[in-house]
């Protein structure tokens, strides 16, 4: 069986309101606030960072959620045993998020300078 390829992001809103309204109906509102944290903490950051990767949108989309729970728990686990675990994810999400930023934004300029 192949899976189709996700290649617009208007889909992936959607796709991504459809599991938050689920969330919501069968958890409550606390379940669709955790599916939301996990779209916007986990996924997000690793997302940005896997951007810019040869990888079809559903590669990257899924990578991004099992990498994303690896690397975001490390971080925030680890600073949490010198800091708040409140102020640790913050600074988790701020580190990951700020990565994948410049990392799109070095890209932007190196493939600019090179078409010059």
């Known amino acids: 069986m192949k899976i189709p390829k996700i ?6 809103g959607v796709i991504a309101l459809v599991i938050l309204s689920f969330s919501y109906f069968v958890l409550g509102f606390s379940g669709m606030m955790t599916a939301l944290g996990v779209i916007l903490l986990i996924m997000l950051p690793l997302y940005l960072i896997l951007n810019k990767l040869n990888l079809e949108q559903d590669e990257k989309i899924i990578f991004s959620f099992f990498a ?10 680890w600073l ?37």
């Open 7 to 12: 290649e617009n992001s208007g889909f992936i």
């Open 68 to 77: 994303g729970i690896g690397i975001f728990s490390s971080i925030t686990y």
């Open 80 to 116: 949490a045993r010198l800091i708040s675990f409140r102020i640790s994810i913050l600074i988790a999400f701020i580190v990951l998020t700020v990565t994948g930023v410049l990392i799109n934004l070095i890209n932007k300029k190196t493939s600019a300078h090179n078409d010059a």
